[in-house]
């Protein structure tokens, strides 16, 4: 295990053992077996080694989904099911950690927590937009489509704060809501019977003009 594997681990260790956060990185250090200075040749705050625990832990469930040998076979949709079902895995072998965060701190708007998550994980989700803009699977909106991705951090917040309240045998619950909501954002980013009526307005303009006299 490295210096960072142990802050990590020593840091989650003393939030549950003692029902706060260690009260200086000197005594997490102290705690790790590890040196101060090799601590802050790592993490500035323990702020940050929080915020990399969350980054951690959608890191490890990207590894996981994207290693799977049909991954790449999978449509975006399902890519990014599969990316929510391996995150909630991950994040079950952690639920006391993230029940404890959950409970003191209001994670919608933790934006020095959450903020390296969030800009890995609108990377990962800007990378499936553009695959599915690709494939006909994701719609080009002016004005819309550049917004996709917030609305994906938005629906991976929603998806966090049900399973923390969750308490469904195997939190099924949760892989419903999961299914319901990347099912609805699909539907919304993909083409509707709007973008049909549009393009049927589309051609019959053009054909107008074109001389057909339709």
């Given at each position: 295990m490295n210096n960072q594997e142990l802050i990590q681990k020593t840091y989650i260790e003393y939030l549950l053992e003692n029902g706060k956060v260690p009260p200086s990185p000197y005594l997490l250090a102290k705690l790790a077996g590890i040196d101060e200075k090799?601590?802050?040749a790592i993490y500035n705050s323990l702020q940050a080694v929080e915020a990399d625990i969350w980054l951690q832990f959608f890191q490890e469930a990207k590894q996981q989904t994207i290693s799977q040998e049909v991954y790449e076979r999978y449509s975006v949709r399902e890519k990014l099911l599969s990316f929510y079902y391996t995150?909630?895995?991950v994040l079950k072998n952690h639920r006391s950690f993230v029940l404890f965060a959950a409970g003191t701190r209001h994670l919608h708007q933790e934006t020095a927590l959450l903020s390296p998550?969030?800009?890995a994980f609108t990377e990962y989700a800007n990378e499936l937009i553009?695959?599915?803009?690709?494939?006909?699977?994701?719609?080009?909106?002016?004005?819309?489509?550049?917004?996709y991705a917030?609305?994906?951090w938005v629906q991976a917040l929603f998806v966090?704060?049900?399973?923390?309240k969750d308490n469904s045998a195997g939190y099924e619950l949760t892989d419903a809501a999961i299914e319901k909501a990347v099912n609805t954002s699909f539907d919304f980013i993909g083409k509707s019977a709007l973008?049909?009526?549009f393009d049927f307005g589309k051609?019959?303009?053009?054909?107008?003009?074109?001389?057909?006299?339709?």
């Open positions: 090799d601590f802050y995150w909630v895995e998550f969030r800009r553009t695959e599915g803009r690709n494939t006909g699977e994701v719609v080009n909106r002016p004005f819309v489509t550049e917004r917030d609305g994906f966090l704060r049900f399973w923390v973008d049909t009526l051609f019959l303009y053009q054909t107008q003009r074109a001389g057909y006299g339709l």
